[in-house]
């Protein structure tokens, strides 16, 4: 034993513990389609139960349960633009006034429940959360993806996961995450940068598929070449537009990759993939090719998922040169965690690293290489 092992310090854990608040921003609670049925949906978020219904002016959000006697209103009806409770049949109106009590000569003042502003953007509806309960502005509101409203994409494959005894935080360090990449989505990453500026964060990111890898978790192959910008904008909602080049053909695709918190201790999932429509490629082609890929990036999700769930909370990551800028990013992410009074300014001045991918690829070559001999060999 070296005399510096035995005077170096075990270096601890540290943990605050999980955060009781949630972040301020839009949330993507999925595709709207699936809220479009005539009925209301019950919707756990925020460490709350919230409903979501349909009106003749779009989708919109209520606190879940009744003023009148506390009923669980997304197991009401939708009666014209109000959802009518099930216990005693109070109507509540989109901007969370009561519409209408039948039975009741008057409508208490009081009456008024809390409605959350939504947005449908992309083919998916957005709540906006804030404790400080503020009116979202233009500035942060979600982008419209390029040719989305003249229908230049197919339709979303559209997968969700549930992640219970984790925060969001864990998906969010996934951002400047180079290595994990080849570990956990089984791609040479070997172009990786990161720029993060008001409430976006962004990581480009150039790879290849592992050709040790079953080739049915591993769509495009070993000869494919991915580049791909993926941005948050706002705590929960990434776009992630990708081209794949694969044999002599390039295909263009849009990931979404988002979240929103259930309590402080688990979150689901939302995650989708369109390809662009060309022409002359059938929509069904389009959308077998939006299906694989799918595939691909559900089982490199499945492996951040099994991760996350056994994960510690670690607030003092112990970091390599070629480790992303984790606590820059981490600062940047606080920026929704405080009141907006409170956002200080290297929460969300511009940072940009890039990492030095070199020596990590070539290590990484080798231990494939290695791979590849033991499996013919076998
Ligand atoms: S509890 Fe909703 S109408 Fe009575
Ligand atoms: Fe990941």
Redo the contacts with the bound molecule.
Sequence with gaps: MTSSSTSTPVREIESAGNPTRFARGWHCLGLVEQYRDGKPHQVKAFGTSIVVFDTSEGLKVLDGY?R????NLAKGTIKGDSLA?P????RWGGNGRCTGIPYAKRVPVAAKTRSWPTMERNGQLFVWHDPQRSQPTEEVTIPEIEGWEDGQWSDWSWQTFLVEGAHCREMVDNVVDMAHFFYVHLVFPHYFRNVFEGHVATQYMHSRSRPDIDPENSYGGEDSELRSEASYFGPSYMINPQQLEVGGKTVEAVLINSHYPIDSSSFLINFGVATRREPGVDPEQARAVADGLTQTLTYGFGQDVEIWRDKARIDNPLLTEQDGPVYQLRRWYEQFYVDVEDIEEDMTQRVEVEIDTEHAVGTWKREVEENLAAMKGA
């Design positions: 009744c009148h006697m506390g009923a409770c216990f005693h049949d109070w």
